[in-house]
């Protein structure tokens, strides 16, 4: 049976442990694959900050994030068709008509990782991985970069609401109602592929900039020139070792500020909020 996580005791919990050895493995795959097809990755966001800071996870994070650039991640996504574990599951649009992130979710199959905000209309639950992919961008500022972005944003809200209409509606703004009235009879689909497509519009490679439109953190602080990332290098994670961008300090300053080696407060260390987790498919006899 799942088991139901009260979240102030989680950290504390051995199923904590294994669920971050079970991220790892997927990592490790997924890290595996892109070695065998010269595919480019980074560890990013927190995982890129555990590495540094604590050789392997944040003591209190829960997940594991990296970032490829959009042809690679395209390109990983034709290559796990045939060559992903059949333990692992890519989540993504192209995979299930009514998924609405723009990020790869690489899912264990027999787990379940449910979060306290997921989406009820989510159908795989498994324990998983982030990959995000590195959008190009010409420039860091002016109209049509911050136009782009804020476009791209309320696309991926209005995608939220459409699958998470049930539990939503009663919440939103009745303009949102109307809208949400108005493009029902347009699949989720249909929607995913405006945004992604949207996403990659500057197919020019030789732009200077990568812009991860995927991320929490938002558009703008996400946008950083390509050198920060160029000479790749590796790093600890974890007892194993992971491609990480050239300019680590640089790029976790940008995310975290110049005191990214400092402690967070305790009340700003926090975890997804796990609701059910399953660490293992149960067999019935």
């Known amino acids: 049976m799942p088991t139901k996580v009260k979240n102030g005791d989680y950290l504390t919990t051995d199923v904590f442990e294994q669920l971050k050895q079970i991220e790892l493995s997927i990592l490790l795959d997924v890290a595996m694959l892109c070695e065998k097809h010269d595919l480019t990755y980074y560890l990013i966001g927190g995982t890129l900050l555990g590495a540094i800071r604590h050789d392997g996870f944040i003591p209190w994070d829960d997940d594991i994030d990296i970032a490829m650039p959009r042809n690679d991640?395209?390109?990983?996504?034709?290559?796990?068709?045939?060559?992903?574990?059949?333990?692992?599951?890519?989540?993504?649009?192209?995979?299930?008509?009514?998924?609405?992130?723009?990020?790869?979710?690489?899912?264990?199959?027999?787990?379940?990782?449910?979060?306290?905000?997921?989406?009820?209309?989510?159908?795989?639950?498994?324990?998983?991985?982030?990959?995000?992919?590195?959008?190009?961008?010409?420039?860091?500022?002016?109209?049509?970069?911050?136009?782009?972005?804020?476009?791209?944003?309320?696309?991926?809200?209005?995608?939220?609401?459409?699958?998470?209409?049930?539990?939503?509606?009663?919440?939103?703004?009745?303009?949102?109602?109307?809208?949400?009235?108005?493009?029902?009879?347009?699949?989720?689909?249909?929607?995913?592929?405006?945004?992604?497509?949207?996403?990659?519009?500057?197919?020019?490679?030789?732009?200077?900039?990568?812009?991860?439109?995927?991320?929490?953190?938002?558009?703008?602080?996400?946008?950083?020139?390509?050198?920060?990332?160029?000479?790749?290098?590796?790093?600890?994670?974890?007892?194993?070792n992971f491609k990480v961008p050239g300019q680590t300090e640089r790029l976790l300053e940008r995310i975290y500020g110049k005191n990214y080696m400092d402690l967070p407060p305790v009340e700003k260390r926090i975890t997804h909020k796990p609701k059910r987790i399953q660490l293992k498919e149960e067999i019935i006899s």
Do not use: C
């Open 73 to 240: 991640f395209e390109a990983f996504q034709e290559i796990a068709k045939t060559e992903l574990p059949e333990s692992l599951f890519l989540h993504y649009g192209t995979t299930d008509s009514e998924y609405y992130l723009p990020i790869i979710k690489i899912k264990k199959n027999g787990t379940i990782f449910e979060e306290e905000s997921a989406s009820p209309s989510i159908s795989h639950k498994g324990i998983f991985i982030d990959i995000f992919p590195l959008d190009n961008a010409k420039k860091n500022s002016g109209f049509l970069f911050h136009a782009k972005g804020r476009i791209l944003k309320q696309i991926r809200s209005l995608l939220f609401l459409k699958v998470n209409e049930e539990t939503t509606l009663h919440s939103i703004a009745p303009w949102k109602k109307a809208l949400l009235k108005l493009t029902k009879p347009i699949p989720t689909s249909a929607f995913f592929r405006l945004l992604t497509s949207y996403m990659q519009s500057n197919n020019d490679d030789s732009a200077p900039y990568y812009v991860n439109y995927g991320s929490q953190y938002g558009y703008k602080k996400q946008t950083m020139p390509k050198s920060m990332y160029d000479d790749a290098t590796t790093t600890s994670f974890e007892g194993h």
